[in-house]
């Protein structure tokens, strides 16, 4: 294979459709200010590089990046790429990764507003994130012990695994279908709106007002914190140990709590004929 080692590029398309090799301890910044390094590369890795350009592997496939940095130079590094891993990397640069194709980031710090756009089959392990809208539209993969702090994440995702993660996100899961969350802690306003087919199991959930206009909403031996007004208008099957703070409207189904502070069931605008089963409520009641 091709090596290219401790080189300094700022060129246009410096290394420009490269095949079968390695790259080592290279740096792409400079006054050139050149975009697209590594544009249309195929069967490479990428090893302890530092990257401050724009746009340096679009197209890309078939590739390892492995103990590098993207830094906030980057804009966009990452788009219409295949069949490729990041390791032990720093990743920043808004819209670091869109309309991509099997590709897993492990031990990397990201910090990316709309990271991971409308892509298929994303895999993270290991991950510290900061995004903004993260996996907007992305469908298939999973997450894997991965810390994310955001806004807007998972709205439109589909076929999606997260497990054993902290996420602390407002509106996550909004118009998600067929994801399953397991062991995670789940913090933010609004979870889960318009969602169909979602299934949490063993969550904690903490946040106002989740949970609201679901279809096929499940949820197995979850807690729940400061949720007040939850499942309105939400076809649901739920088990949650512990207190729910409210329940408003829920559409059809069957709950089970250990508690709940207050049901509302008025001023609805549609038909309610959910079943509400509070473990220590006397039977005698």
Known sequence: MKSVTHQNMDEERALYALRDATVEHCTFS????????????????IKHCTFSLRYPLWHTEGFRVEDSTLDEGVR??????????????????????????????????IVSEEFGW??????????DVTSQYFLFETKG??????????????????????????LDTKDAFWHSKNVTVKNCTVRGE??????????????KIIGTQPLCYCKGL?????TMEN???AFEYSSV????????????????????????????????VIDTNCEIIIKSKPVSD
């Open 118 to 127: 409308r892509c298929k089959n994303i895999g993270l392990n290991r991950c």
């Open 218 to 222: 499940t949820l197995v031996d979850c």
């Open 76 to 109: 966009a590094p990452l788009w219409y790429a295949k069949q490729g891993s990041f390791s032990r990397c720093i990743v920043n640069g808004v819209k670091a990764l869109r309309e991509c194709e099997d590709v897993t980031f492990s031990d990397c710090d």
């Open 227 to 229: 949720t007040d007004l």
């Open 237 to 268: 099957n739920a088990t949650v140990k512990g207190k729910i703070d409210s329940i408003k409207n829920p559409a059809d189904g069957r709950i089970v709590a250990d508690d709940v502070g207050e049901i509302v069931l008025e001023h609805s």
């Open 141 to 166: 993969g999973g997450m894997n012990n991965v810390t994310l702090k955001g806004k807007y994440s998972f709205q439109y995702t589909e076929n999606l695994t997260v497990e054993n993660c902290n």
């Open 30 to 45: 400079g006054p050139a200010d050149g975009e697209s390094a590594l544009k249309e590369a195929r069967n490479i890795t």
């Open 190 to 203: 609004y979870l889960g709106w318009y969602s169909e087919n979602l299934t949490l199991v063993n969550c």
